[in-house]
C-alpha cells in the first residue's frame, strides 16, 4: 500500500511517501513558515521527484491531534483537498501515537509523548515498545506535568521523552531525580513518517470524515463560554 502522510500539528510541517511500511521520500521544513503556505508544495515537488501523480497513490494519512489547533486544521485541510482532487480515503492518526515511532527502538523505557499545550499542560500519550510494536499505556489527554511525574514515580520505570514538550518534562524528571533522556534533535519533532508508520494498519476511511481532534477547546470557544456564562449570571441577578 502505497501512502502519502501529512504532518503539521506543531511548527514543523512535513510530507512522507511510503510502500509496504517502507520510507520512500520525507520533505521536512521547520522554518517557521506558515504550513498553508509549505505544506501542499512540498507534496508536489515530492511526488513529482518520484515521477508520481495522486493517481498512484493509495491513501493519505494526516495527524489530526492533539497540537495547534491551526496546524491541525491546515494538515487535515490539506488531506481532504489531495483525497478529494483525486478520490482516495482518507486515514487519521493521533499526533502523539505517530511521534511515538520516533522512540520504537527504546524498548524498556516508558515513551512519553509531550506536546506544550500552554496554560500549564501538555498534551501527552505514554507507549511502551518491543522495538518493533507500540503498545499503547493511555490515551491521548491534555494534563499538568505534575500528574505525569507522580505516574512516573509510582511505575519506577525510565521516561524516553519525544516533541515541542520534552525539555519541559525532562528538566522537570530531572528535578525528581526520575530516570529519564530526552530525544536528540533530529528524533525530537513530529515527523510525517511516524504518520505513515501509525497508519499501518488502521482503516481508511471518506475523506469527509476526517475530524481533528483537539482534545480542550480553543481560545476562542473558552472565550466565547465565559461570555455566556457572564451574560447568564447578569440575566439570573
Same mark, same amino acid.
Given at each position: 500500500?502505497?501512502?502519502?502522510?501529512?504532518?503539521?500539528?506543531?511548527?514543523?510541517?512535513?510530507?512522507?511517501?511510503?510502500?509496504?511500511?517502507?520510507?520512500?521520500?520525507?520533505?521536512?521544513?521547520?522554518?517557521?513558515?506558515?504550513?498553508?503556505?509549505?505544506?501542499?508544495?512540498? /507534496?508536489?515537488?515530492?511526488?513529482?521527484?518520484?515521477?508520481?501523480?495522486?493517481?498512484?497513490?493509495?491513501?493519505? /494519512?494526516?495527524?489530526?491531534?492533539?497540537?495547534?489547533?491551526?496546524?491541525?486544521?491546515?494538515?487535515?485541510?490539506?488531506?481532504?483537498?489531495?483525497?478529494?482532487?483525486?478520490?482516495?480515503?482518507?486515514?487519521?492518526?493521533?499526533?502523539?501515537?505517530?511521534?511515538?515511532?520516533?522512540?520504537?527502538?527504546?524498548?524498556?523505557?516508558?515513551?512519553?509523548?509531550?506536546?506544550?499545550?500552554?496554560?500549564?499542560?501538555?498534551?501527552?500519550?505514554?507507549?511502551?515498545?518491543?522495538?518493533?510494536?507500540?503498545?499503547?499505556?493511555?490515551?491521548?489527554?491534555?494534563?499538568?506535568?505534575?500528574?505525569?511525574?507522580?505516574?512516573?514515580?509510582?511505575?519506577?520505570?525510565?521516561?524516553?521523552?519525544?516533541?515541542?514538550? /520534552?525539555?519541559?518534562?525532562?528538566?522537570?524528571?530531572?528535578?525528581?531525580?526520575?530516570?529519564?533522556?530526552?530525544?536528540?534533535?533530529?528524533?525530537?519533532?513530529?515527523?510525517?513518517?511516524?504518520?505513515?508508520?501509525?497508519?499501518?494498519?488502521?482503516?481508511?476511511?471518506?475523506?469527509?470524515?476526517?475530524?481533528?481532534?483537539?482534545?480542550?477547546?480553543?481560545?476562542?470557544?473558552?472565550?466565547?463560554?465565559?461570555?455566556?456564562?457572564?451574560?447568564?449570571?447578569?440575566?439570573?441577578?
Amino acid at each position: 500500500m502505497r501512502i502519502l502522510s501529512v504532518e503539521s500539528s506543531a511548527k514543523a510541517a512535513s510530507v512522507a511517501l511510503s510502500e509496504d511500511g517502507r520510507l520512500i521520500s520525507q520533505y521536512f521544513s521547520a522554518s517557521q513558515l506558515t504550513h498553508s503556505k509549505t505544506l501542499l508544495k512540498m /507534496a508536489e515537488d515530492m511526488l513529482s521527484n518520484q515521477e508520481l501523480s495522486m493517481q498512484d497513490i493509495d491513501a493519505v /494519512a494526516v495527524a489530526i491531534g492533539p497540537g495547534s489547533f491551526t496546524g491541525v486544521r491546515i494538515g487535515v485541510a490539506a488531506a481532504k483537498g489531495l483525497c478529494w482532487g483525486a478520490d482516495k480515503p482518507a486515514i487519521g492518526v493521533s499526533t502523539l501515537e505517530a511521534m511515538a515511532y520516533q522512540g520504537i527502538d527504546r524498548a524498556g523505557s516508558v515513551i512519553c509523548a509531550c506536546m506544550d499545550a500552554r496554560r500549564s499542560e501538555i498534551y501527552n500519550a505514554l507507549f511502551e515498545t518491543d522495538g518493533e510494536n507500540l503498545v499503547r499505556l493511555c490515551e491521548d489527554r491534555a494534563v499538568p506535568i505534575d500528574i505525569i511525574v507522580e505516574e512516573a514515580k509510582k511505575s519506577k520505570k525510565n521516561y524516553f521523552f519525544l516533541g515541542d514538550g /520534552a525539555k519541559l518534562c525532562y528538566n522537570r524528571f530531572s528535578e525528581e531525580g526520575i530516570p529519564c533522556a530526552i530525544a536528540p534533535e533530529p528524533m525530537l519533532l513530529q515527523t510525517a513518517w511516524g504518520v505513515s508508520r501509525a497508519a499501518i494498519g488502521k482503516q481508511a476511511e471518506d475523506a469527509q470524515d476526517l475530524t481533528p481532534r483537539y482534545l480542550r477547546l480553543s481560545q476562542a470557544e473558552r472565550e466565547r463560554n465565559e461570555r455566556l456564562r457572564r451574560e447568564n449570571k447578569n440575566t439570573e441577578d
